[in-house]
């Protein structure tokens, strides 16, 4: 890559003590940016490389553009390691459990009298306060803040379909580190940073929580939430094919009964309007889904597209390793994996310059720069010392 082309955080080092996907989140958004991020990893490896079920693409997910060392931090010659190779860093980032990181002197307050312009992030379950020292995960959070509720049907709640707490967490972490890195020009100091699970949980459903305090009334779930619009739902058509459509204004729901080529809809003085429409929203919904069981998905996507109507088909994730979208527009691209073959994978969703932040290094092996990056801090140590 050329100096014209340097990514933005080209120059800043970064020290990644995480595991499982909020702490890596937050090391592969800097990695993608431009930032050294080196993962620590216990002898055994980071436990996401050999996970099962939902957990089996966590690794190649949130670790990418990273080099990873192996340091064993509970034996003496790893933590000095360790402790060194921090403060040759300006950030570090950490998810473990509360107060591990103080017991072997990793902790912020301990490194920052060493290390006066370290970023230190930590990614913990919840912010200091009565819940400070519970174990939290994602699902814990997003049952006790809301989002499960709003998630399910009334009396079932449910789990967002992926990991949207840990990965936003993630996020966030990342915003305050570039932050602190801008007042670090300023100041020359370096801060503790705190990233959470159940505040973020509560960042998600802040605009339900002020429905609440404006109605006075406890928000319905959204699968039995009252809508504003009188098409705005999920149909299923010819051959059981599932499609979402919505006609949210007066011109689309009649771009829709044009499209569907039923006059007899438009002529209807009970459904002139979009508050008639919504006041017999369930008879209208039953009429449309009568009509709509005699339509090809295919045929009648194309003319949706066409007359610029919302519209989804109802996709699983495997169907989006083909989505054109993706593909052509250079959203995923391939990634060589530890392995030595290679997996598509989905980058950043930003265009910066007209660029999409791509893959830059293969995905490591277990330690597979340990002895570069060891090498490298000792010849910076020797340099430190002749001069």
């Not at 993630?170 to 159940?198: C, N, P, Y």
């Not at 980058?347 to 092996?365: A, E, I, Y």
Request: glycine share 10%; net charge negative; with cysteine.
């Amino acid at each position: 890559m050329s100096d014209t082309q340097k990514l933005p955080l080209a120059g800043i080092r970064v020290i990644e003590f995480s595991h499982m996907v909020m702490g890596p989140t937050c090391g592969m958004i800097l990695a993608d940016l431009g930032a050294e991020v080196i993962k620590v990893e216990p002898p055994s490896g980071d436990k996401t490389r050999t996970m099962s079920g939902v957990g089996l693409g966590f690794f190649r997910t949130f670790n990418r553009n990273k080099k990873s060392i192996v340091l064993d931090i509970q034996t003496p010659q790893g933590l000095a390691s360790a402790k060194e190779l921090i403060c040759d860093c300006d950030v570090m980032i950490e998810n473990f459990r509360p107060g591990l990181m103080a017991r072997l002197g990793l902790d912020y307050a301990t490194l920052s009298q060493a290390c006066p312009g370290l970023i230190y992030v930590s990614h913990k379950g919840f912010l200091p306060g009565p819940y400070e020292n519970r174990l939290a995960l994602d699902e814990v959070v997003q049952m006790m803040g809301g989002l499960a509720y709003m998630t399910g049907p009334p009396g079932r709640p449910l789990r967002a379909g992926a990991s949207v707490n840990d990965i936003m967490g993630g996020m966030f972490g990342a915003i305050a580190v570039l932050a602190a890195l801008w007042e670090r020009r300023a100041t020359g100091k370096g801060q503790e940073i705190q990233s959470a699970l159940f505040e973020n949980c509560a960042f998600l459903v802040a605009s339900h929580m002020q429905q609440a305090a404006m109605s006075g009334e406890a928000p319905p779930p959204m699968p039995a939430r009252s809508s504003p619009w009188s098409v705005y739902d999920v149909f299923t058509l010819a051959e059981g094919r599932q499609l979402f459509i919505g006609a949210v204004s007066d011109k689309q729901w009649n771009q829709l009964c044009a499209v569907l080529e039923r006059q007899d809809l438009l002529d209807d003085p009970s459904l002139r309007t979009n508050d008639q429409r919504v006041a017999i929203r369930p008879q209208v919904l039953e009429r449309l889904g009568a009509i709509l069981r005699e339509h090809d998905i295919v045929e009648l996507s194309a003319k949706l597209e066409k007359a610029g109507l919302p519209y989804a088909p109802i996709a699983s994730p495997d169907q989006l390793l083909e989505d054109r979208h993706l593909r052509e527009s250079g959203g995923m691209v391939p990634m060589q994996t530890a392995e030595g073959g290679t997996t598509d994978v989905v980058l950043m969703p930003v265009l910066m310059d007209g660029r999409r932040l791509g893959v830059q290094r293969p995905l490591p092996k277990i330690g597979e720069h340990t002895d570069e990056v060891l090498a490298a801090l000792a010849a910076r140590r020797d340099e430190r010392q002749v001069s």
